[in-house]
């Protein structure tokens, strides 16, 4: 009988730490390739580097405009000066215009856009680009 009892407890034992595996497996596991701000607006965010590979982000932001919730997910970075945010570096890709002739172009919905990212207010369901262009 005693060693029928150390055979269940040592079930019991071996049944718990698995089950503690995989909770924890199971909440490591998330697609960070899609980051997000938690908000009321979303919104697609495209990157199309120099080569043509696309990138893909679904993002959740309470943020008004684009360039406020790029900025804050980390995918833009740039200087600012009297005529608004001027991007260089898009999800860690930076292009120099003066050293190589390339630049980050903005895009809304597929069209050239006539706004900066920084004053662009997020129209819900959209999609916003950047895309890297060589003069």
């Known amino acids: 009988m ?3 009892m150390n055979s269940k407890t040592l079930l019991s034992v071996i049944s718990l730490v698995l089950i503690a595996a995989m909770a924890l497996g199971f909440a490591g596991c998330s697609n960070n390739e899609t980051p997000s ?4 607006k979303t919104f697609v965010f495209k990157v199309v580097d120099l080569d043509g590979t696309e990138k893909s982000f679904d993002i959740t932001t309470d943020a008004k405009t684009v360039g406020e919730a790029l900025l804050a997910e980390k995918l833009i970075s740039g200087t600012t000066s009297e005529y608004g945010l001027m991007v260089d570096t898009v999800n ?5 215009y003066t050293a190589d002739g390339a630049y980050w172009a903005f895009h809304i919905n597929d069209e050239y856009a ?17 895309v890297a262009t060589k003069a």
């Open 92 to 96: 860690g890709i930076k292009y120099d």
């Open 114 to 130: 006539m706004s900066g990212v920084d004053t662009t207010e997020i129209t819900e369901g959209a999609t916003y680009s950047f």
């Open 37 to 40: 701000v938690d908000g009321e």
């Open 2 to 4: 005693k060693k029928v």
